[in-house]
């Protein structure tokens, strides 16, 4: 199963919690106790996993049991498993709300129009959103999702403008190789 634009990340599977089963799941939903109202979820796969039971953990992490994952051998295969549903499970953003999955595959440029690259992905390691910016000939960079740095996001037109901090854009210098570098033999 190819992911696309109609399939929205709800979640991801972590480590496995005890021996009967259970897994620790990054619920990505506003409530994350609500991550068992979307119906049953899918990985990239198309592998079909249904909530038995949940209940929280801390912040938006959960204690899941998925039905037909009996014992810790099962759910420690399940770990780094991203579920997702089908984006008509979800209701329609309001406005100036969007899911990230909309972000994905958005050209980015700088608010002068000089092309950076395409988001490839939304990512958080306990701050604050991430974009992940694929940049051609150069190294993929973290923007920080703010309004300050992001001011404009043009779903129409398929981009998003950011206003880049100081040396977001500035990749660093080549290491230099032992030879021919200025240094004495």
């Known amino acids: 199963m190819s992911l696309d634009k109609s399939q ?4 991801e599977i972590g480590a496995a919690h005890g021996v009967r089963g259970e ?13 068992a109202d979307y119906g049953p979820l899918h990985d990239a796969k198309g592998n079909v996993f249904r909530v038995k039971s ?3 953990l801390k912040d938006d992490m959960l204690v899941v ?34 899911y990230h999955a909309d972000l994905i595959g958005l050209s980015v440029e700088t608010l002068a129009g000089d092309k950076v690259g395409v988001v490839t992905a939304v990512v ?16 993929s960079i ?6 300050a740095v992001v ?6 037109g398929g981009r998003l403008l950011i206003d880049p901090p100081e040396g ?15 240094g004495e033999a």
């Open 65 to 98: 049991a998925f039905e037909g994952v009996a014992d810790r051998t099962a759910a420690e295969r399940l770990t780094r498993t991203k579920l997702y549903v089908d984006r008509s499970a979800l209701p329609e953003p309001e406005e100036d709300e969007f």
């Open 8 to 11: 929205v990340l709800l979640a």
């Open 23 to 35: 897994v620790r799941v990054k619920s990505h939903t506003e409530a994350p106790e609500a991550l």
């Open 124 to 139: 958080n390691f306990g701050a604050d959103d991430l974009l992940d910016v694929k940049r051609p000939g150069a190294k």
């Open 142 to 147: 973290y923007v920080p999702f703010t309004r």
């Open 151 to 156: 001011p404009t996001l043009d779903f129409a």
């Open 54 to 56: 949940l209940r929280p």
């Open 168 to 182: 977001l854009l500035v990749d660093e210098e080549p290491p230099a190789d032992a030879e021919g570098q200025g």
